[in-house]
């Protein structure tokens, strides 16, 4: 533990290699964002189907494209992502050269598009291929659309070898660290490693470029118009970049509450706390419409109109149907089959008679 503690001590004190502690805390930053901005985008989807389901429906090719639009314009300005920039850091190339270049200079070009798709491609891919995970685990454990027997051994295959890849990475992750604590490393992060760039404080010199480069830059020369119209789209697009990165700055600690607050951990909490008693029946719901749709016989299932198997309900409206039908129906349109409210498969509930 003594020897732990020379080791953090002796790479906190370096001159430009940022702690352990601020690694961490930069690589936590936008892993926050993105769900307390996904629980905003729920909470307006739900109650306003007609008008923004579709930011719930494509979030994640939406966040990944704002996503794109602010690393790119962090790693052009300042050398750096947004949440390294936020903790004063900056990215280099690997190397012995002593002469660091000033943040204003940019990476070499290899090195910033491979930071910049492993900035935000990787992220997304993986996210991806955990919902990919978790749909084909739950259509294998309720048999919906089983596999052909010639896919079903790959198809169970992969289910299988899934959290043990999955371990690797995360063990891959943390063996970096451990690596990086112990002075064994340059990086705290694979990804940084395979970018080819290393983190380092910010020196005096590169925060009086970068406010340079932000007040000034105005020099006006003669250009071509195609040169014109490039700056111009340049301008454009930072200008975008910068409001978003204004407005993440101001409210990250407000998006990190969020994601507290709806972490897992505090929903038993927040539960016992708003507590209500349950809701009447859809006020805008048609009944002439709804005495079409629903059957006379309360056993019966209103889409496929014949004897319900494994009754499940919609927790958003309280109908009742085949787990079948409405797994189908709720994984195609995402609403309730009977009032139209926005819906999710994990809004399922599967009800269980006393007989089974």
């Known amino acids: 533990m003594a020897e732990l503690g020379a080791h953090l001590t002796a790479a906190s004190a370096g001159d430009d290699r940022p702690s352990i502690f601020e690694a961490v805390a930069q690589d936590s930053l936008m892993a926050a964002v993105k769900p307390a901005l996904q629980h905003l985008v729920k909470v307006l989807a739900e109650s306003n189907p007609d008008r923004y389901s579709f930011l719930w429906h494509w979030f994640d090719e939406i966040y990944v494209l704002l996503d794109l639009l602010l690393q790119q314009h962090y790693l052009a300005r300042?050398?750096?992502?947004?949440?390294?920039?936020?903790?004063?850091?900056?990215?280099?190339?690997?190397?012995?050269?002593?002469?660091?270049?000033?943040?204003?200079?940019?990476?070499?070009?290899?090195?910033?598009?491979k930071s910049l798709l492993l900035l935000v491609l990787v992220p997304y891919l993986k996210g991806k291929l955990e919902k990919l995970v978790s749909s084909l685990r739950e259509e294998d454990e309720y048999s919906i659309h089983p596999p052909s027997s010639s896919w079903k051994r790959f198809y169970r295959a992969f289910l299988a070898a899934y959290p043990f890849v999955n371990m690797t990475w995360e063990g891959w992750f943390l063996i970096q660290q451990l690596c990086y604590i112990l002075g064994k490393a340059q990086h705290h992060s694979p990804m940084l490693q395979l970018a080819g760039v290393r983190l380092v404080r910010l020196t005096a010199e590169d925060i009086q470029?970068?406010?340079?480069?932000?007040?000034?830059?105005?020099?006006?020369?003669?250009?071509?118009?195609?040169?014109?119209?490039?700056?111009?789209?340049?301008?454009?697009?930072?200008?975008?970049?910068?409001?978003?990165?204004?407005?993440?700055?101001?409210?990250?600690?407000?998006?990190?509450?969020?994601?507290?607050?709806?972490?897992?951990?505090?929903?038993?909490?927040?539960?016992?706390?708003?507590?209500?008693?349950?809701?009447?029946?859809?006020?805008?719901?048609?009944?002439?419409?709804?005495?079409?749709?629903?059957?006379?016989?309360?056993?019966?299932?209103?889409?496929?109109?014949?004897?319900?198997?494994?009754?499940?309900?919609?927790?958003?409206?309280?109908?009742?149907?085949?787990?079948?039908?409405?797994?189908?129906?709720?994984?195609?349109?995402?609403?309730?089959?009977?009032?139209?409210?926005?819906?999710?498969?994990?809004?399922?509930?599967?009800?269980?008679?006393?007989?089974?």
């Open 78 to 113: 300042c050398s750096a992502s947004f949440s390294e920039n936020f903790y004063s850091l900056k990215r280099i190339p690997v190397g012995d050269c002593r002469q660091q270049p000033l943040a204003t200079a940019g990476l070499p070009k290899r090195q910033h598009w």
């Open 209 to 356: 470029a970068l406010e340079k480069k932000l007040a000034g830059g105005t020099s006006n020369q003669t250009c071509s118009i195609k040169t014109q119209v490039q700056s111009a789209v340049r301008k454009a697009l930072g200008g975008i970049a910068f409001s978003l990165s204004t407005g993440l700055s101001v409210s990250v600690f407000f998006l990190q509450f969020l994601d507290w607050w709806y972490s897992s951990e505090n929903q038993e909490t927040i539960k016992s706390l708003t507590a209500l008693p349950t809701p009447p029946p859809p006020v805008h719901l048609d009944h002439e419409a709804s005495s079409a749709l629903l059957p006379k016989l309360k056993t019966v299932c209103p889409l496929c109109r014949k004897i319900r198997v494994n009754a499940t309900a919609l927790s958003t409206s309280g109908f009742v149907f085949c787990y079948r039908c409405v797994y189908n129906y709720v994984k195609t349109h995402q609403r309730c089959p009977i009032t139209g409210y926005a819906t999710e498969l994990q809004h399922l509930v599967k009800l269980y008679s006393p007989e089974s």
